[in-house]
């Protein structure tokens, strides 16, 4: 079992962790993505960036992107952040972790540049834009499904769960230290998406697992 997007360890299987200031070092199963979120673009530092993806060749960068969650207008300096970020991935050789909530075309258009330079793309917390699935997987990018799935009234988005191409499938549940307890878990997710794909809990986390380790393949080589 993967969690490919979080903040904090779950108990059971590997984390993908982003910003994982409160997470020792060296917990097995943990890989770590160091990034400035696009809510606090004004925290960038370059320089700390540069020097925590040299001090741990097996991070990666994450999570970063644009949003327009929070407000209409994407401010130029958070651009500015997230293509330097990009940038950096790009020099470093690391995937990233990819926010674009309500703005994905913008996200991917960003991209675009590095397919083939950045290893490897996850676009945590998708939703609402299916028509980019293909460009996206064009790009070798992954897309994670998170707890929403198992939310009776998500019809669009278990539509979307049910049709994304199983290479390019994780799941994750972008737990933060203030997640309900009562969010569903990693085995929660895999049951409810293996159910709608009309296969198997087992199957699936079989294919999410390999999917999980080629996304960070380049960091584990
Ligand atoms: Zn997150």
Partial sequence: ??????????????HFICSPSAVPYGLPGCVRFFGCHPWTPEEFDEEELRRLLLEHPDAGVGEIGLDRLKKREIAPLEREVFERQLAIAAE?????????AKCWGETLKACKPYKGVIPAFLFHGFS???GLIPEIKDLGGFISIGPA?????????????????SDMLLVETDRTPESPLDLPDIAQITARLAELRRTTAAELDAILDSNASRFVSSLLA
């Fill in 1 to 14: 079992m993967t969690d490919s997007h979080c903040h904090v360890a779950g108990t059971a299987g590997r």
């Fill in 92 to 100: 470093f050789h690391r995937p990233v972790v990819l926010h674009g």
């Fill in 128 to 130: 609402r834009s299916t």
């Fill in 149 to 165: 799935v198992a939310n009776a009234h998500a019809v669009n988005y278990m539509r979307m769960a049910a049709e994304i191409p």
